[in-house]
């Protein structure tokens, strides 16, 4: 079928994948558009508009937890789903021997332990979307196809990491540990004296202060909360930030909490006031590609490969594949898929080894704060 220019609706129709040329012989090639697409979009932006207030997948992502743990996916080639890692059990004051007791060390006479304990995990979810950009609308808009695939692109994401960020929260609920003492209810501490007047009460920073410093942990925590918590953490912040004094309590404040909204974390849980806060690296998020290695493919009619977006100040990698579609000229345009694998790694169960008083913890805790 021919398409002649002044079918066009408009002149900026004309920037579109295909320059809209006589016929679709003298049209570029899909490898062509995608290398251009990807030159200028390195890293992608979700518009505000079109992105939901997820706070968890920020979090896990944050520099700040960015610690511990690297999975190892043999340098990341599309084959085996499986992370290797190895981890260290601290070993305990019981151990130490004096020579009062126990006489002089005998050199060769020390008992066997592993250099490290190993194990392995393997990426199990799986989340996708699929949808078309027909050709003849790309036409309606003066924006060119560059442009109408980058908003579909956001758009489509968008549900990812809605559907991801759900997921975590499930997920940590579900393998957070206990507190000293071994009790994993989620411990409740009061937050505002006066909510009406939103009146702060340190009960609740110092409260979790304090159980971190159970744990023998005393950095900063890293924090997700909802509505609630995030109106106590800003008003923490911001309150006395016109003194002297204030604005050391905010550098201390920001050394002991890193905090972020999310505004499903209640919903997903079906209770309200929800925080969740850990050490960092013990809550993390793994990442399997498919798309590289010599599985990467960019050519004429297909196109798998890789992109990578922005979330909170750090990035995150999903899969795309994209195939031109030429079924019926109505409905002819390019088919995108975009796929996430990826799990999440905690603190395994014997982390701390039997004997140990923070055997049975984690570092991932559970609160809920409450008005008055």
Request: hydrophobic letters at 35%.
């Amino acid at each position: 079928m021919t398409y002649k220019r002044e079918d066009c609706a408009s002149p900026g129709a004309e920037r579109g994948i295909r320059d809209w040329a006589e016929n679709y012989s003298t049209m570029p090639a899909l490898s062509d558009f995608w290398r251009t697409f990807r030159t200028q979009n390195p890293v992608m932006d979700i518009p505000f508009r079109t992105q939901t207030g997820v706070g968890m997948l920020p979090a896990v992502l944050s520099p700040e937890n960015g610690v511990g743990f690297q999975p190892n996916f043999a340098q990341q080639n599309g084959k085996r789903k499986i992370a290797k890692y190895k981890y260290k059990q601290r070993r305990l004051r019981a151990t130490v021997k004096n020579t009062t007791a126990n006489g002089s060390p005998n050199y060769c006479d020390a008992s066997e332990t592993p250099v490290y304990l190993e194990a392995e995990q393997e990426v199990t979810r799986d989340n996708y979307k699929q949808f078309l950009i027909p050709y003849e609308d790309v036409r309606n808009y003066e924006e060119g196809f560059q442009k109408v695939l980058q908003d579909e692109i956001a758009a489509n994401i968008n549900a990812i990491l809605e559907e991801v960020n759900g997921t975590l929260i499930t997920l940590y609920e579900a393998s957070r540990g206990a507190f000293l003492g071994g009790s994993t209810t989620a411990k409740s501490y009061q937050g505002f004296s006066n909510l009406a007047t939103y009146t702060i009460n340190h009960a609740l920073e110092q409260g979790i202060y304090d159980d971190f410093r159970d744990l023998q942990y005393r950095g900063q925590k890293i924090m997700v909360g909802d509505k609630l918590a995030n109106a106590y953490f800003r008003r923490l912040m911001y309150g006395a930030a016109n003194t002297e004094r204030g604005q050391i309590n905010n550098e201390q404040l920001m050394r002991d909490f890193r905090f972020f909204d999310d505004t499903m974390l209640d919903s997903e849980l079906a209770t309200t006031n929800n925080i969740f806060a850990w050490m960092p690296g013990s809550f993390q998020l793994l990442e399997w590609f498919r798309n590289v290695g010599e599985f990467r493919m960019v050519k004429d009619t297909v196109v798998k490969d890789t992109i990578r977006l922005n979330i909170g100040g750090t990035t995150m990698g999903f899969d795309i594949t994209m195939t031109e579609n030429f079924c019926q000229d109505e409905t002819s345009g390019l088919n995108v898929t975009i796929r996430k694998e990826w799990d999440v790694w905690s603190f395994p169960a014997d982390i701390f080894a039997a004997g140990d008083p923070l055997n049975g913890t984690n570092g991932m805790l559970a609160f809920k704060i409450t008005g008055a």
